[in-house]
């Protein structure tokens, strides 16, 4: 059974910041890469940002690079994304899943999902 929560989505203008959380249980959480990834609307969802286990390793899509950072809380199995300098385009429904590690750092290593959390971004 999956269980992931994700929370911290809300409605800000561009330029704004915001920090999305997501709670893992324990078996998904520990000794896994967690990843974030991002839905528009009429889009397929997409890869945002990787960290390794315990979390010396952060990956990123260029288009969040800079901009986004992701950690993790392995005491509370807790991935974040904290985003900065927000724009219009990085308006979606935002999910986190554990990763597949190496070159398959994109490749989420679930196929069920949690509910997600809205991130729009206004002009």
């Known amino acids: 059974q999956v269980q992931l929560g994700e929370s911290g989505g809300g409605l800000v203008q561009a330029g704004g910041s915001l920090r999305l959380s997501c709670v893992a249980s324990?078996?998904?959480?520990?000794?896994?890469?967690m990843g974030w990834f991002r839905q528009a609307p009429g889009q397929e969802r997409e890869f945002v940002a990787a960290?390794?286990?315990?979390?010396?390793?952060?990956y990123y899509e260029d288009s969040v690079k800079g901009r986004f950072t992701i950690s993790r809380d392995n005491a509370k199995n807790t991935v974040y994304l904290e985003m900065s300098s927000l724009k219009p385009e990085d308006t979606a429904v935002y999910y986190c899943?554990?990763?597949?590690?190496?070159?398959?750092?994109?490749?989420?290593?679930?196929?069920?999902w949690g509910q997600g959390t809205q991130v729009t971004v206004s002009s």
């Open positions: 899943n554990p990763v597949r590690g190496g070159a398959a750092i994109k490749v989420p290593l679930y196929r069920s």
């Open positions: 324990e078996r998904m959480f520990r000794g896994n890469f």
């Open positions: 960290i390794n286990w315990p979390g010396g390793n952060k």
